[in-house]
């Protein structure tokens, strides 16, 4: 089946030789810039900063907006009116009209004002606020294929996002993925640029409505990020690096880019990732340590290209404190990336705001810093609330009312035409409503696997039933489609063999950025991942051996390898991350609805072809760069772009598999492995603290406090005191060179992980111990019950955490324990013992 990609009212994507220059929907007005031009030398460099500064709920006060005239803010995933994560609107709205009053007060002895504008995550509908209506991740809106059905998706989302009160979306995301190891895959709509280029726009266009209905309050502010590339770092390492030509990166992940911006986009939201190319230059050579390529420090790809090649004049927005990983910047000091081009830095700690905001005004001051890239990036910030029309929208509490969740019919609408069948048998489907059906499989009853990261957490791995009002899991779907539904999750308390067929539901765990991403050296195949995955083989080889008819729905947010999966099944369905809505499900397994879902992207046919796409078409003479793999022999797709049955089609037959790869044994260890010994890391190591929106990974310092959001930790001689806030965080110890460790050894030898710990404050939610780094994708082990107020030399043996999944073959981590409470640890002479 050939891919069909549809075109939008700009027409086809296109060869570009060069950088393009773009037309927006929304054109230069000379009133505007006049009035933009008036206010930029009628402020003060303070005033000035304040616009440039974003900070997020947790960590700003309204006086702060006052004090430093604070131009906007923005909630993060997790982040809620009075931490109630079940704040309705009204809530939402006093929260933001509140800002929104510091912000007028701010302006009260000036002869101007500046509106303020309050910015938030939805991503897949208003995913943060409850009630709201949560729609498919983009990956599964690309299988739909329709660029109408996004662009009403963006304009139900706008309709709820400004029903509480808010005026700007860091959405749509329009990278385009060619690693399925990236744990943000699913953020992307295909690996096909075109499609992506289709999307982008009408994306745009649904949430800011066109010039007219932006000005007037009936849009809002769309963001596309992330720019540019992050979809082709090497290995899929997320924040990793992309080594493409400039050629590709042009006309394959700066596509989406390109329609978006035409459609009006008034935002760009950088990258966290790197891109390195000559092209890239250092802006300011010999100014302290050479440049490290990350786009956020990129003047060449921010200034250079998006502004002045392209031609965009809207705002361009850094990612949560992704200043700091910039060579010559720091949480605190955004200068560098601020002459690459950045005009609002998102900073979440109060503290390094605040210095952020301090350190610009003694750059500019001291020349680092010209007082004309400010000037441009208050212009922009200026301009963009003009075309929003703040200036003439009244207060939160005083606009319209709105309503959240009321789309719930174009999410299930978009949930089926997502479906893709992958192989159909006679006879099973449609499944008929009279038979006895069995519902099995670890997503059958899991609102969590449906619904995917970014709902109404970052992770989303904690989401119940009860955080969705409206939705149903794929098991109450089919028990409200069908008479007779039996639901046994684990395949432990029912004979198969009574039931007329068997609906097995596979799903990856929740995840979002950062716990996601599989490592170099993880294999693809689904059931290789984890053990509760592996459970879900085991259940499809009992119900074939049963002789049960089975239906196989696979809930993921990339394309896994499940080969054997499929060959067990008599219809195999590919539902993504469909959203809260399972009634989209049973619709086409029970034939209301045929399946129309096409592969957004290739299928892999082995364990390890995690970087094999479509050749685009319209690059002539297209080199598979390093980063990907050639689209033939073995590593052909499985199923190629634009692959998928219809409930008249037949097929496939018997698949060949990728046997599964062995290592041979690990001779026993001998010597002692240190992680932390005399109060200080081992050589190799460090530690960090990550977490609950700590989105860059933060080294503890050994000489002193290290105080973040989430975690304090305060080395006290030969011991690290540890004490945990109340929010998901870990830390661990990690190899300095990123390289794993082969460490069965340790295992083979009967050894154990020996760890001095004392308790100060007992922790209020379980205290896991873990190895390797892909927290929660990899196991971790309760040790709560054997911590005590003396301390307590506890030795775990690797044995108990082999059983529970623990990947001992590839360590980078070898030593981890995270909480979600609060709690205080202390600990000292860690390591690893034969």
Not at 528 to 539: F, H, Q
Not at 714 to 731: H, M
Request: some cysteine; overall charge negative; glycine content about 10%.
């Amino acid at each position: 089946m050939t891919p069909l990609v549809p075109t939008t009212g700009r027409g086809r994507l296109t060869y570009h030789p060069t950088w393009p220059r773009l037309r927006s929907a929304i054109a230069p007005d000379p009133a505007v810039e006049a009035r933009v031009a008036r206010l930029v030398t009628r402020m003060t460099l303070e005033e000035k900063l304040g616009q440039m500064i974003q900070p997020e709920l947790a960590q700003l006060t309204p006086q702060d907006v006052t004090d430093y005239k604070i131009g906007s803010a923005l909630n993060g995933a997790g982040i809620w009116p009075g931490g109630d994560r079940h704040a309705g609107v009204a809530a939402w709205v006093e929260t933001v009209d509140t800002f929104w009053a510091a912000a007028e007060e701010a302006y009260r002895d000036r002869p101007f004002r500046i509106p303020f504008m309050w910015a938030t995550d939805a991503v897949h509908g208003h995913n943060n606020v409850y009630g709201a209506t949560v729609f498919p991740h983009n990956i599964g809106l690309g299988a739909a294929g329709d660029p109408d059905l996004v662009r009403r998706i963006g304009r139900a989302s706008a309709r709820e996002i400004l029903a509480t009160g808010m005026d700007w979306t860091f959405a749509p995301t329009v990278t385009t993925p060619r690693d399925r190891r990236w744990g943000r895959y699913y953020e992307g709509y295909s690996e096909d640029p075109e499609l992506v280029h289709a999307y982008a726009a009408a994306m745009v266009e649904g949430l800011q409505g066109g010039a007219e209905a932006l000005r007037t309050g009936r849009g809002v502010i769309a963001t596309v990020k992330h720019w540019v590339a992050d979809g082709g770092t090497a290995d899929g390492a997320d924040r990793g690096t992309a080594r493409c030509p400039e050629d590709h990166v042009r006309n394959i992940h700066a596509a989406g880019f390109y329609s978006a911006i035409e459609a009006g986009a008034q935002c760009v939201m950088a990258s966290f990732s790197s891109w390195e190319n000559p092209a890239n230059y250092d802006h300011s050579p010999g100014r302290g340590e050479p440049y490290n390529h990350k786009v956020h420090g990129s003047r060449y790809l921010i200034t250079d290209v998006l502004k002045d090649a392209i031609g965009f004049d809207g705002i361009v927005i850094s990612d949560w404190d992704a200043h700091s990983e910039v060579a010559n910047c720091a949480p605190g000091d955004a200068g560098y990336a601020i002459n690459a081009g950045l005009d609002v830095l998102m900073i979440a700690g109060r503290a390094a705001w605040q210095s952020v905001y301090h350190t610009a005004i003694e750059q500019v001051r001291s020349g680092i810093i010209p007082m004309s890239r400010i000037d441009d990036a208050v212009a922009r910030v200026l301009r963009v609330k003009l075309r929003a029309g703040l200036w003439t929208r009244p207060r939160p509490t005083e606009r319209p009312v709105g309503t959240v969740g009321g789309h719930h019919e174009l999410s299930r609408e978009a949930a089926r035409r997502s479906v893709v069948l992958l192989k159909n048998t006679a006879g099973v489907l449609p499944i008929r409503r009279s038979a006895r059906v069995l519902a099995t499989g670890s997503g059958v009853n899991d609102i969590s696997k449906q619904t995917g990261g970014w709902t109404l957490t970052w992770q989303g791995d904690d989401i119940v039933p009860a955080d969705l009002p409206g939705g149903a899991t794929v098991a109450e779907a089919l028990a409200e489609a069908a008479a007779d539904v039996v639901v046994d999750p684990e395949l432990i308390r029912v004979d198969p063999t009574v039931y007329d067929v068997a609906v097995v539901v596979l799903g990856e765990d929740s995840y979002a950025e950062m716990r996601g991403t599989l490592k170099p050296w993880r294999s693809l195949g689904y059931a290789d991942l984890k053990l509760s995955y592996a459970r879900d083989l085991e259940i499809l080889r009992k119900l074939r051996h049963a002789g049960v008819p089975i239906v196989t729905v696979f809930l993921t947010g990339r394309p896994l390898y499940v080969t054997e999966e499929i060959n067990l099944s008599d219809a195999f369905a590919v539902a993504w991350l469909p959203g809260p809505h399972g009634g989209g499900i049973a619709d086409v397994l029970f034939g209301a609805h045929d399946f129309t879902g096409r592969l957004p992207s290739s299928w892999p046919r082995g364990r390890f072809t995690s970087a094999v796409n479509r050749i685009p078409p319209h690059i002539p003479d297209y080199a598979v760069p390093p980063e990907e793999t050639e689209p033939e022999g073995d590593d052909a797709p499985l199923f190629e772009v634009g692959y998928g049955l219809t409930l008249a089609d037949l097929g496939p037959g018997p698949l060949p598999l990728d046997p599964p790869r062995v290592a041979p044994p690990a001779a026993a260890e001998a010597v002692p492995l240190p992680i932390l010994t005399g109060g200080r890391p081992a050589a190799g190591l460090r530690f960090r603290i990550g977490g609950h929106n700590t989105w860059s990974r933060v080294d503890i310092d050994f000489a002193a406090p290290t105080d973040e959001l989430i975690v304090r930790a305060d080395p006290l001689g030969g011991e690290l005191r540890l004490r945990f806030k109340g929010f998901p965080a870990f830390v661990y110890a990690e190899n300095t060179s990123g390289l794993p460790r082969d460490l069965r050894g340790y295992a083979a030898a009967g050894g154990a992980i020996s760890l001095g710990i004392r308790v100060v404050e007992r922790p209020e939610r379980p205290l896991y111990l873990a190895v390797h780094d892909d927290y929660p994708a990899q196991p971790g082990l309760d040790i709560t019950d054997r911590l005590g107020e003396e301390w307590t030399t506890l030795r775990v043996p690797l044995a108990e955490l082999r059983r529970i999944g623990s990947d001992l073959e590839h360590v980078d981590v070898p030593f981890m324990i995270y909480t979600e409470g609060s709690g205080c640890v202390e600990l000292r002479n860690i390591r690893w013992t034969p």
